[in-house]
């Protein structure tokens, strides 16, 4: 039973450029979400998508977006990169409704120059 | 909204001692879940031990387990016969509307 998985694991880009980040959700699991962990920091909400729509949204600008698939998984996408963009992008899948475990991917970390 | 607040940035503890991590929270709502995850430097976040906060009776696992003081807002980890393996970050969370992390403590576990 595959797990949560994200790609790419580490990544290097420059101000200005666009990224994008992919999350396959663990088996069974229709409702993905999104965190940005600062490095010591705790993660923070960016969005959750369920039914291939976001359902919910943190206090993030319209340069992150994302996107879910018919299979479940889910793009991150953020435009016009700055520097303080540079963190772990972390994806959760869980059930339908937040009431229970989520279960995290290793991570994406995300280096901007 | 729901916010999360963890006044230990750092704490440490002696191989096969107990050690209580703190936490406190805030949420609108009646119905919500809270949980304590542990990152490890493998980055991967791990589910310790949740509590569902209609229940009264405290939550275990094992050496885990929590002090739920529904009324104050208070969700604290006990770690019981401390091993090496649990040096890591330990994070508490609310979820109520959305999920919703502390700031973290960063646990040192001493030979």
């Known amino acids: 039973d595959a797990g949560v998985t994200q790609s790419p694991t580490h990544l290097i880009k420059t101000r200005g450029q666009q990224v994008t980040l992919r999350c396959s959700p663990k088996?069974?699991?229709?409702?993905v979400s999104w965190y940005q962990q600062a490095l010591g920091q705790g993660p923070q909400f960016i969005f959750q998508?369920?039914?291939?729509?976001?359902?919910q949204r943190g206090n993030f600008p319209d340069r992150f977006s994302g996107h879910q698939f018919p299979n479940y998984s889910s793009e991150l996408n953020v435009n016009a990169l700055l520097l303080g963009d540079s963190a772990l992008y972390l994806c959760?899948?869980?059930?339908?409704?937040?009431?229970?475990?989520?279960?995290f991917g290793e991570g994406s970390r995300l280096t901007v120059l | 909204a729901q916010t999360v607040t963890q006044s230990q940035p750092e704490m440490s503890v002696q191989e096969a001692e107990t050690v209580t991590l703190s936490c406190t929270y805030d949420t609108s709502e009646s119905d919500y879940y809270l949980f304590w995850y542990k990152q490890p430097p493998s980055r991967q976040m791990i589910l310790v031990i949740r509590q569902e906060a209609y229940k009264q009776q405290n939550a275990t696992e094992n050496r885990f387990s929590v002090n739920f003081q529904k009324a104050a807002k208070s969700f604290s980890l006990k770690i019981s016969d401390s091993q090496l393996g649990d040096a890591a970050m330990y994070f508490c969370a609310v979820d109520g509307q959305n999920f919703v992390f502390g700031p973290g403590t960063r646990l040192s576990v001493l030979p």
């Open positions: 998508y369920y039914e291939e729509e976001e359902r």
């Open positions: 088996s069974g699991h229709d409702t």
């Open positions: 959760a899948s869980g059930g339908g409704r937040n009431t229970g475990e989520l279960f």
